[in-house]
């Protein structure tokens, strides 16, 4: 019997063991199944320059594609080296087009596409732009990508950074001020900046070497999209609020009863029937604007209707930074991409 015990307990450790070596082969094998699934993807990007009122436009169309052949989905964006000058859709086919704006000098802007859950990320190879150099004052705006999220559920919120980078400034005569704002958003959500204006001055560094203070560095704002869940039904008031049992209202009902009574009795038979009868009218309409006709009479007792979620879809947002030199506006914007779930 012994050794019958001590055989089984052996056999128990020898099935533990194997079990214990074999679980942290399991996550792995499954994270390999799920890079398996997905599809590498190529992305390719096309770039045209063309100069309007001293300042370089750059139209570029991206296409992605996986090797099954199929279009991508998803977003991409437009990185000019480290800095994000805009980020746009694919459509059905893949592709994308966006127009960013592009400082004095040179530039080599590539095209990130950020994946999918069928579609791997992938990068595609730098175009080398040029930039027409001027002497006037200017600047560029460009955002970050959403932290946690560029894809939000109804009630979420995301923060990007917006950098106001200086073009010509030391030749700036006064601060320039930037205002921010942004457009394109869905329907009951809203953004907004901290802080919502930006000043420039003519020693407001350019560059942004890493490790850096924020003191030399470009300016920044700090931009937050925040969403709308569904709101809940307003609880019944206590009893006496716009209830049923308010006596003022009943005090001008009754009147009103009585004077239409007098009306089907006979109106012609006497004039003061017909004073009774404008009375009891004006008793009439009074209590309808007391009782359930009345826009407060329902807000008391059924309280305000739920307010809406705001909607699924993919939305465009456009961050725009407007100044003016003193005679015309300066207007720059970029794009970025949300997707509410």
């Known amino acids: 019997m012994r050794g ?9 450790l020898v099935a533990g063991l194997a079990l214990a070596l074999a679980l942290p082969v399991l996550p792995v094998s499954a994270a390999h199944a799920l890079a398996a699934a997905s599809e590498a993807t190529q992305t390719t990007l096309n770039v045209e320059t063309h100069d309007q009122s001293g300042r370089t436009k750059a139209t570029a169309s991206v296409k992605v594609t996986g090797t099954d052949g199929n279009p991508a989905s998803g977003s991409v964006a437009i990185d000019d080296g480290t800095r994000q000058l805009g980020s746009v859709f694919l459509n059905a086919q893949g592709q994308a087009t966006t127009v960013v704006d592009l400082p004095g000098g040179k530039h080599s802007l590539t095209a ?18 040029q930039g027409q150099v001027t002497t006037t004052p200017d600047f560029q705006v460009s955002v970050t990508p959403l932290v946690p999220s560029n ?66 560095c470009p300016p ?10 569904e709101g809940q039904a307003m609880a019944v008031p206590p009893a006496g609020v716009g209830g049923h049992g308010n006596p003022v209202a009943w005090a001008l009902l009754f009147p ?24 009891a ?61």
Not at 256 to 279: D, E, F, H, S, Y
């Open 281 to 341: 009218l004006l008793g009439l309409v009074t209590t309808l604007g007391a009782t359930a006709c009345n826009p407060q009479y329902y807000y008391y007792n059924h309280g305000p209707p739920n307010t809406p979620p705001t909607p699924a879809g993919s939305f465009t947002v456009y961050v725009t930074g407007q100044s003016t030199n003193g005679v015309t506006a300066i207007t720059h914007s970029t794009t970025l991409t949300l997707t509410v779930k």
């Open 220 to 229: 920044t704002s700090s931009m937050v999209i925040q969403t709308q869940a």
């Open 4 to 12: 019958l015990d001590c055989r089984g307990l052996r056999l128990e």
């Open 112 to 129: 990130v596409y950020s994946g999918s859950t069928a579609y791997q990320k992938s990068v595609s190879a730098a175009a080398n732009v």
């Open 151 to 216: 894809t939000l559920s109804p009630g979420g919120s995301a923060t990007a950074t917006v950098t106001i980078t200086p073009e010509n400034n030391a030749a700036l005569p006064s601060p320039m001020f930037i205002s921010l704002s942004c457009s394109g958003l869905p329907d009951q959500s809203t953004c907004t900046f901290s802080p919502q204006n930006v000043e420039i001055l003519a020693n407001t560094p350019v560059t942004c070497p890493a490790g850096s203070p924020a003191t030399a």
């Open 256 to 279: 009103g009863i009585l004077g239409l009574g007098g009306l089907a009795w006979g109106t012609r038979r006497r004039r003061w029937l017909n004073r009774l009868v404008l009375v």
